[in-house]
């Protein structure tokens, strides 16, 4: 866009075309006050606080020319004679800008004055106090005092709820529509609207269930007073008295950067912190309400010792003490391949890296992972290591000239904020197709839906790939250079045409033809992918591989794939080489070490913050066939339940450490409070367990390739001092475990505490005044930006070979007729939400059937059904929605959900049926 | 000599028929200023009411960080205070306080007080953080009618700054 310089306040400032006077005026440093206006909404011009005086040149009609004074320089009119609001002008070629004139100040006093005439007068017990923009601009523009007769003010009752989560005070609201504005264009739930007129007007939520959005919290922050106010920090401090402490969300693989405002030692509120990279200045309601589980009374205090039924408490060194005798116990008599360990991947870097560390080094077993093995689970293919989105990436900058598949993955469930970053690129301009096997909210954005059969994604990929073949959309150059196998490709989907494959797919071929033809037109090509791509298999991952390969849409910035793997940390879990396949020696999957249970070739486990046994009676079944069970959690699980010892361990609020995000980002987060309990971190807790069993006289190995393999020989003669020490165990805080992490796991070198430190202002900050428009609404980031760690393909040397196949249709049965699918849901009322004010949001277990299937078997919105696959039969309510495509049937993974009953696999054939109740029945 | 001797004793003898200044103390107290800052009391409205809203004002102003409030919200059918907030911790730690004032100041419903009580001394240095039970007047020795604005029409509006007195 060409650039414009114009005059603002006597500075001169060049800013690109179509620029407002607001926003060019914060380049040039000046403060313009705004209400209404929000930089990352689009100007409405409703609150007039931002009006300044506007001074072009006048043009002569006649010859279109501007007229020369006699000063030899342009003559000035004040444009339109009067004030003009800045947030809805944009600047033009000589154009002056006063924003300090008496005429200006008297015009922000009087509409200050017009502001407050029935602002309730609330300050002392407004939440927003201390951080509020009216507040502040009143103080700095707004009159002393008021020509407005007190008695005069309108009053309305007092809060209102919009929604279980968010409080309407109307007379302290403004008018100002931000909130409205975010719902409908930022997070495209437009659940807010206006209601009345004149001096009743007020924000109404039209939504059933009220205010019906994930995304409602971000609606408190932007309003720049005190009107919307969460019911989770609704009078529990003043703003002032908190100490944020910069944080990562744990909950998706998202990263969110929030910041725990701690009271004392007490969580009082969650607020995201600025990051463009990540969240830009949102979160989640997840992630905003869903941490009062790390003040839950229930968390485990102390260690706990089975003596016969029951879980007694006892000391750390009496338990520690016990573990490593019955961990050497069971290495001698049945070998260390009978042990295994799992480890969750939301636990942190550090966490995750000793927890392998202690089983490859010191008790030598490979048998790690970090899935739970219940049947259902897919099987986890990852993508962003090799050809994961460049270096660089920054979402939040794409727009037109980008192009996103959306493959299989249901953002708003798995990764909520990911909505906002992809509606973000679809409202810039950027390209956007969806491809999922049944509808998400996702789908509101400007985009193409594919919607193939479920189980059949991996045909429109193919679908995909023959069309850039056909059609020779390749990019030629990056293929010859990095891509092996293009001929081997070419033969194996010789025998199918776009439309054959496409009709594999049940998906609209000329729709598939424009997404092939978008993407590989596009400048940079993203592919993000989730569960259900996952349930779908290596079929589809693989073809999804060689879409980005042979469009070359990898080893860039903002090209690549990103994988939406379950998990805060999945991505760390991979890295730090928490899963079999990581070491020299492959171990045993999850799924693998609960039969080995059951057989009594696995004797003992440590499972580290994850819940396998949970709506997983086989895993219980395989614990209880094990000899020695240590659980290591911050609540007594059902899976702890069944342990030998267990051991608590402190929350993310009261230790420090690293998440690594989907987009391959290593970001830190501090400590908030001392830890609960005094309760260790989870690497400590492994670190004492390794100790331990050094002082019993097992000898650590040298390091077994961690991370991918690649990292231990790769970096070795750097690390020789740190390796060496290291085998003594002596990490005193969680930094000496970053450090040993940046010198041993491939690509971590510069995730240090020190270097995370380092991508911190003056890199990063926000300019002086931009109080003015972020006031009150989310901090600035003073942690830093996180790390990026470079995938595979960011070496240009790296070549990659194409592997998509056709595979065999996913088998019918006439016996099962229909197909049963996981959705991922992120309320799913699992441990994180105890104590949360999102509790009654919480999915309940269910069915979801199309609407016509359902009038067939005649069931009713939520009437029981039964349903039945080969290996068992549950009985649920059902809810019927008109726009899933027949024979599909998703049941949400959510607490207490049966699919472990009935689930042989990612995907399941199973038969549906009214459930006509039992005391029916008998009778 | 002598005659200074006798000048000093007469002046003694003087004094011998003068009022006292001292007082004997504790036995008789001696009245202090009106605005004497002594121990702070919590006031009330007439009818019982707590005139704190539990704005933390008083501790945001406090020079020596003596003040903790912990506010809550009001359950409309019983509340503490008029609006919607109230205190439900209100601490002071009379070995912090510098008796300057600045809460009174600072406070917009005038429920902090210093009064007139300056026998402040404690066994241990516990005790000597005052609480809202030790701080609160009884409800009988409340003053002043909670102003029209905070009555209306069974509304819960916030009491507006420095009502009353
Ligand atoms: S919104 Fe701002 S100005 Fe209004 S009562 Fe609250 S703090 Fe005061
Ligand atoms: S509630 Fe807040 S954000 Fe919404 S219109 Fe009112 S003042 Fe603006
Ligand atoms: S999007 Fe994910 S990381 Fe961000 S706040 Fe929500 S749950 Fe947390
Ligand atoms: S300033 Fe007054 S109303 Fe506010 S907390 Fe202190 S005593 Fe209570
Ligand atoms: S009219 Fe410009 S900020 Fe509201």
Redesign the interface.
């Known amino acids: 866009m060409p650039n414009v310089t114009l005059v603002i306040d006597g500075q001169t400032v060049t800013v690109p075309a179509g620029t407002n006077i607001v926003d060019a005026a914060r380049i040039a440093g000046i403060a313009i006050p705004v209400f209404c206006y929000h930089p990352k909404l689009k100007p409405v011009g409703m609150c007039r606080m931002c009006l300044v005086e506007v001074w072009t040149p006048k043009i002569d009609p006649a010859t279109r020319q501007a007229v020369i004074g006699e000063d030899g320089r342009p003559v000035m009119t004040l444009m339109m004679g009067k004030l003009q609001p800045g947030c809805v002008t944009s600047v033009s070629d000589g154009m002056e800008v006063r924003t300090t004139t008496d005429r200006v100040r008297f015009a922000q006093k009087g509409q200050l004055e017009f502001l407050l005439t029935s602002h309730p007068l609330d300050c002392p017990v407004c939440d927003k106090g201390g951080e509020c923009p009216l507040q502040n601009l009143t103080m700095q523009f707004g009159p002393s005092t008021s020509r407005f007769d007190y008695a005069d003010k309108i009053h309305f009752e007092k809060p209102i709820r919009l929604g279980d989560l968010i409080y309407l005070d109307r007379e302290r609201c403004i008018l100002c529509s931000r909130c409205v504005r975010f719902q409908d264009d930022i997070a495209g739930d437009p659940v807010l609207g206006f209601d009345n007129r004149g001096r009743t007007w007020e924000i109404i939520s039209k939504s059933d269930p009220p205010f019906d959005s994930k995304f409602s919290g971000n609606t408190t922050d932007i309003c720049p007073v005190g009107a919307l106010t969460t019911a989770d920090f609704r009078f529990k401090a003043r703003v002032w008295e908190l100490r944020p402490t910069p944080s990562i969300c744990p909950h998706c693989p998202v990263g969110c950067n929030i910041s725990l405002d701690m009271r004392y030692d007490r969580l009082m509120r969650v607020m995201p912190r600025e990051n463009d990279y990540v969240n830009e200045i949102w979160i989640c309601d997840k992630g905003r309400f869903g941490m009062r589980f790390i003040e839950s009374p229930e968390r485990l205090r102390q260690p706990l010792i089975r003596k016969g039924d029951t879980l007694t408490p006892a000391t750390w060194d009496e338990a520690i003490a016990l573990i490593a005798e019955k961990l050497i116990a069971i290495r001698t008599h049945a070998g260390a391949a009978a042990l295994g360990g799992l480890a969750s991947p939301d636990l942190p870097n550090e966490d995750l890296y000793l927890f392998q560390k202690l089983f490859r080094q010191v008790l030598r077993s490979p048998n790690l992972d970090f899935c739970t093995g219940a049947p259902g689970e897919p099987a986890i293919i990852d993508l962003g290591a090799t050809l994961g989105v460049g270096k660089g990436t920054n979402l939040s900058n794409l727009g037109a000239g980008t192009s996103v598949l959306v493959v299989g993955a249901d953002p708003e469930e798995e990764a909520p904020l990911y909505v906002l970053r992809l509606r973000g690129i679809a409202a810039r301009g950027g390209d956007l197709t969806i491809i999922n096997p049944y509808p998400t909210k996702l789908d509101r954005t400007p985009a193409r839906v594919i919607r193939p059969r479920a189980g059949a994604e991996a045909f429109v990929a193919l679908a995909l790939l023959k069309t850039l073949i056909e059609e020779e959309l390749i990019a030629a150059d990056f293929v010859t250079r990095r891509v092996q196998g293009f001929d081997e490709l070419k033969m194996r989907l010789r025998n199918h045409s776009v439309a054959s494959l496409c009709d594999a797919a049940g998906a609209p071929e000329d729709v598939v033809r424009s997404a092939a033809y978008a993407f590989a037109k596009a400048d940079n090509g993203i592919i993000i992918y989730g569960r259900v791509a996952l349930a779908s298999g290596a079929d589809l991952i693989d073809a999804l591989a060689d879409l980005a390969l042979l469009t070359g849409h990898v080893g860039r910035p903002n090209n690549g794939v990103i994988p939406l793997i379950p998990g805060a940390n999945a991505r760390g879990a991979l890295d730090m080489g928490v899963h079999p396949g990581a070491g020299k020696k492959r171990g045993l999957t999850a799924r693998e070490m609960w039969a080995a249970a059951r057989e009594g070739r696995l004797r003992g486990m440590i499972i580290a913050g994850m819940d396998p046994v949970r709506d997983n009676p086989a895993a219980a079944e395989a614990l209880d066939a094990l000899e020695f069970l240590v659980v290591q959690d911050i609540f007594l699980t059902e899976t702890a339940q069944h342990a030998d010892v267990v051991l608590p361990t402190a929350s993310i609020a009261g230790r420090e450490g690293t998440l690594t995000n989907a987009e391959r980002r290593v970001q830190r987060f501090r400590q908030a409070r001392i830890p609960e309990f005094n309760t260790p971190a989870g690497w400590d807790v492994a670190q004492r367990i390794a100790r331990a069993l050094i002082a019993l006289g097992v000898k650590p190995t040298a390091p077994d390739g961690q991370g991918d393999g690649r990292g231990a020989s790769r970096t070795l003669a750097k690390t020789a001092a740190t390796t060496a020490s290291s085998d003594q165990w002596d990490y005193a805080v969680a930094g000496d475990v970053a450090d040993e992490i940046a010198a041993t796991v491939h690509g971590y070198a510069d995730t240090t505490y020190e270097s995370l430190g380092l991508t911190r202002k003056p890199q990063w900050g926000r300019q002086p005044n931009e109080a003015i428009f972020y006031d009150g609404t989310s901090y600035e980031n003073t942690e830093g930006v996180g790390v990026q760690i470079a995938a595979e393909a960011d070496n240009p040397k790296a070549t990659f070979t194409l592997r998509a196949r056709v595979p065999p249709l996913f088998a019918t049965n006439d016996a099962y007729p229909y197909t049963l699918l996981a959705a991922p849901r992120a309320y799913d009322g699992r441990a994180w939400s105890r104590d949360s004010k999102l509790l009654p949001r919480m999915v309940t277990p269910h069915l979801i059937l199309n609407a016509d299937d359902a009038t067939a078997l005649g069931i009713a919105p939520g009437g029981l059904v039964q349903i039945a696959s080969e290996v068992g039969c549950a009985v649920l309510p059902a809810q019927i929605d008109r726009n899933l495509p027949r024979g599909l049937a998703l049941m949400p993974d959510v607490d207490g959900a049966p699919l472990s009953r009935v689930q042989t696999g990612p995907l399941t054939r199973i038969a549906i049926m009214a459930h006509i109740s039992e005391t029916v029945g008998t009778r | 000599m002598i005659g200074t001797i006798f000048k000093g004793l007469g002046t003694t003898l003087r004094y011998l028929f003068r009022k006292p200044v001292t007082v004997e103390y504790p036995e008789v107290k001696r009245p202090v200023r009106e605005r004497f800052r002594g121990r702070h009391q919590l006031k009330r409205f007439a009818n019982g009411m707590e005139r704190c ?5 008083c ?2 102003a406090c020079p020596a960080d003596a003040i903790l409030v ?4 009001n359950d409309p059918a019983a509340p503490v205070s008029p ?3 109230y205190a439900a911790r209100y601490e002071i730690n009379m070995l912090r306080c510098i008796f300057c004032g600045y809460c009174e100041d600072a406070c ?2 005038n429920a902090i007080v210093l009064e007139h009580q300056y026998e402040l001394s404690f066994y241990d240095r516990r005790s000597s953080i005052l609480t809202k039970e030790d701080l609160l007047v009884p409800p009988d020795k409340g003053h002043g009618e909670i102003p029209p ?1 905070l009555q ?2 069974n ?7 420095q009502i009353d007195l």
């Not at chain 2, 509304?155 to 700054?161: H, M, N, V």
């Open positions: 809203i539990g704005c933390s004002l501790a945001a912990v506010p809550a919200e609006g919607e907030r917009p419903t604005i209306q029409l509304r819960r509006p916030s009491p507006p700054a």
